[in-house]
């Protein structure tokens, strides 16, 4: 059950940073001032969404015991 509980809270903040670096990336004031950073974040983002993709996977994993 601990481990089910440290899944979810890592899945919700994996989810929580998707949606931020999503966010960000859509901004126009961020395209207007710090443009230069947006492939270093998206480079983030994907690696945020494979993170999100492996812990639904491992909870599935789980799940299915």
């Not at 670096?21 to 270093?40: D, G, I, K, Y």
Request: proline share 2%; net charge negative; aromatic share 6%.
């Amino acid at each position: 059950m601990a481990g089910s509980q440290y899944l979810l809270g890592a899945i919700l903040a994996a989810e929580t940073r998707v949606q931020e670096l999503e966010t960000t990336l859509n901004s126009p004031e961020f395209h207007a001032t710090r443009s230069r950073e947006a492939h270093v974040l998206i480079a983030d983002l994907e690696a945020a969404k494979t993170e999100v993709k492996q812990l639904y996977e491992r909870w599935q994993e789980l799940a299915g015991r």
